[in-house]
């Protein structure tokens, strides 16, 4: 496939933008799965939101797990293809598909048989919701080798210069779900109704056609792809450098999502109508972080290009417009959720008494949006570097500091808005210091050039 980007020459924002778009309308569909299914699912009541918000955490960690190959092999192959080595680059491709098959097989068997004490720790009210929600981790969590693949693949293809195939599967994927969901939910034509069985089997079938489609595009690479064996067993060598880099972010993300389900149960503590509030209300949301997500890994990849080519100016310059790009979609994402709350969770879920919860949360979250963005991309950026730990450092410490606030804030006369104040209050923090760090972090990598060039003049 002749569709890569070239990030290492031409004008940087042009370059930055014609790789980010195709991935960001990519992170906006593999988002807009998870709206139809809370659109369709909704329409069913908000218990059948709970269920599925329930057992949505588990895959949510499961993105986590999957993020330690993923990010190891993105950041590593963009480096070796900056350096030209592309020899080397397909290597640690091979190795982070068999590290992602190994991940996503463990995931998926112990969702498959767990999965009744894994829904017991949220502590839901109803018997029905409780089934519902195994039936659905059972399904999505059981099967989610097809998600992990994916992830992998967009990843790769990404620090190719390559994010039309990404969009290109995951848009194919949607069509899918969307035509599925209502078919299986609500048993139309010859289907039967299954309900939140019915929205996990849409889900899968269209991430098992996603993946058949990376491999149908992976099959016209001659660089990267050539004669993969998506079932490689890693080599020592690769798999340790591979980790190395994307552990950090793996516990990042793990950890982001173990304090979540923690506050999740303290919001169970307010009802299955709380559990259905905050998972429409943080798909809404993600709009904004996913989006900012996407423009992340299109940073990610060129910053890798180019730290492998040595080019420290156009790093700098690609960093600049990228963050120029999120703080306005930031600031666009903080007007919509604080000015229009209420139509907008209209569309999910219709019910009177559960409006004004779900008017509450996406008002509060609004107000952190714009640093949201910050520390998502800046996160990207310092990935591009192979430096993964400032970004883990910062999420896991104020993620944490979640758990206290909320606690702390539920029992003022703010009740349940104290979570989502505490979820606020700590994104502002990291967004703020995270761009502290790495602009510091940036302009030593800047200095250090400069020095080096200035000796070999000298010399």
Request: hydrophobic share 55%.
């Amino acid at each position: 496939m002749n569709q890569h980007v070239d990030l290492l020459h031409g004008p940087v924002l042009k370059s930055l933008t014609k790789l980010a778009v195709p991935i960001m309308a990519t992170f906006l569909i593999q988002m807009a799965y998870n709206l139809t299914d809370m659109i369709w699912i909704g329409r069913v009541g908000s218990d059948a939101v709970a269920a599925v918000g329930a057992a949505g955490m588990y895959m949510w960690l499961s993105n986590g797990v999957s993020t330690l190959a993923k990010t190891g092999g993105q950041v590593l192959v963009g480096h070796a293809l900056g350096a030209g080595h592309e020899k080397e680059a397909s290597e640690y491709s091979k190795n982070a598909f068999g590290l992602t098959i190994i991940l996503g097989l463990l995931f998926g068997i112990i969702c498959a048989l767990f999965s009744s004490p894994l829904i017991a720790f949220f502590k839901l009210n109803s018997a029905h919701v409780i089934a519902d929600a195994e039936i659905y981790i059972k399904i999505t969590g059981g099967l989610v080798i097809f998600s992990f693949l994916n992830q992998t693949f967009t990843g790769i293809f990404t620090s190719m210069g390559n994010s039309r195939a990404a969009f290109l599967a995951t848009t194919t994927g949607l069509i899918i779900n969307i035509v599925l969901d209502p078919m299986l939910i609500f048993g139309i034509g010859p289907f039967p109704k299954l309900m939140v069985m019915g929205a996990a089997i849409a889900t899968i079938a269209a991430q098992a056609i996603v993946t058949l489609m990376f491999l149908y595009y992976a099959s016209k690479d001659t660089v990267i792809f050539k004669g993969l064996h998506i079932f490689h067993i890693p080599d020592a060598g690769h798999a340790a450098a591979i980790i190395k880099i994307g552990f950090p972010t793996s516990v990042q993300s793990i950890v982001f999502t173990g304090i979540s389900m923690i506050i999740a149960r303290l919001i169970a503590g307010y009802g299955d109508a709380a559990v259905a509030v905050q998972k429409v209300g943080s798909q809404i949301e993600s709009i904004s972080w996913m989006t900012a997500d996407g423009f992340a890994a299109a940073v990610n990849s060129f910053i890798a290009q180019n730290h492998g080519a040595g080019n420290k100016e156009r790093i700098k310059k690609g960093y600049s417009a990228a963050m120029l790009v999120v703080l306005l979609w930031g600031l666009i994402c903080t007007f919509l959720l604080m000015v229009c709350p209420a139509p907008i969770f209209r569309i999910f879920i219709t019910e009177k008494a559960i409006l004004p919860l779900g008017v509450d949360y996406l008002f509060i979250l609004g107000v952190s949006q714009l640093f949201m963005s910050v520390e998502i991309t800046t996160a990207g950026a310092f990935s591009g570097f192979g430096h993964t730990i400032p970004p883990s450092i910062i999420s896991i410490l104020f993620t944490a500091m979640r758990i206290p606030m909320a606690f702390a804030l539920t029992r003022t006369p703010l009740g349940l808005n104290g979570v989502w104040w505490s979820i606020t209050i700590s994104s502002i923090f990291k967004g703020v210091l995270l761009l502290i760090w790495f602009l510091v972090y940036l302009r030593k990598e800047m200095c250090y050039t400069n020095r080096v060039l200035h000796n070999k003049e000298g010399v």
